[in-house]
């Protein structure tokens, strides 16, 4: 599958983590010893004792992996470069549990850039999940914050999880659908 792979890893630090897909955030333990089993959009799925953790692309470094640099604006970037980077952004959240990135999935409805006039935009998404009871929900929307917060010039990031409408498969991207073989 794509983005996957089941190297070995021992934590080089103290690390958190957060269990899939209870979305509860813990502390792996500098020496634990486990497995990668999706490197994907920066951030990594590791396997370790039956439980799968998310590890934050900034805490790279505890796996022994580079830490993934903020994307770069050209200097005098309109509300439109943004927002294009946005979009590229949100493409590196993936699903811990599909190797898909939320927009491919069809999860971003709305994505809205707004000037504050002192060089500063705020931004607002409105995002789904692909089950209104996933323990991920708040993973992702974290996620999505935490890529969109590091974009120079984005001083504020509102990211609401909406359930109206509902998802569905249709929403994916063909590529998507392709990918995870739901045609």
């Known amino acids: ?57 900034t805490d790279a470094d505890a796996l022994g992996k580079e830490p993934t640099p903020p994307p770069s604006v050209p200097e ?24 898909v990135d939320i927009v491919n999935l069809g999860l971003v409805y709305r994505c809205e850039v707004t000037p504050l ?24 929307v974290q996620d999505a914050r935490e890529k969109i917060a590091v974009i120079p010039t984005v001083s504020d990031v509102q990211v609401e999880l909406v359930f109206d409408p509902p998802w569905n498969v249709g929403m994916m991207s063909e590529e998507a659908r392709l990918q995870t073989g739901m045609m």
């Open 117 to 140: 006039g002192n060089g500063e935009r705020s931004v607002s998404v409105d995002m789904t999940l692909t089950a209104p009871g996933c323990g991920m929900g708040d993973v992702l």
């Open 76 to 99: 005098d970037a309109t509300d439109e470069d943004i927002a294009s980077v946005i979009w590229e952004q949100l493409k590196t959240c993936y699903d811990p549990e599909i190797p």
């Open 1 to 57: 599958m794509f983005g996957h792979t089941n190297e070995p890893v021992t934590l080089i630090r103290d690390v958190e983590a957060v269990i899939i897909p209870v979305g509860e955030t813990v502390t792996l333990n500098e020496g634990t010893e486990g497995f990668i089993t999706q490197a994907l959009g920066g951030s990594f799925t590791v396997y370790v004792e039956g439980n799968l953790f998310r590890v934050s692309g």
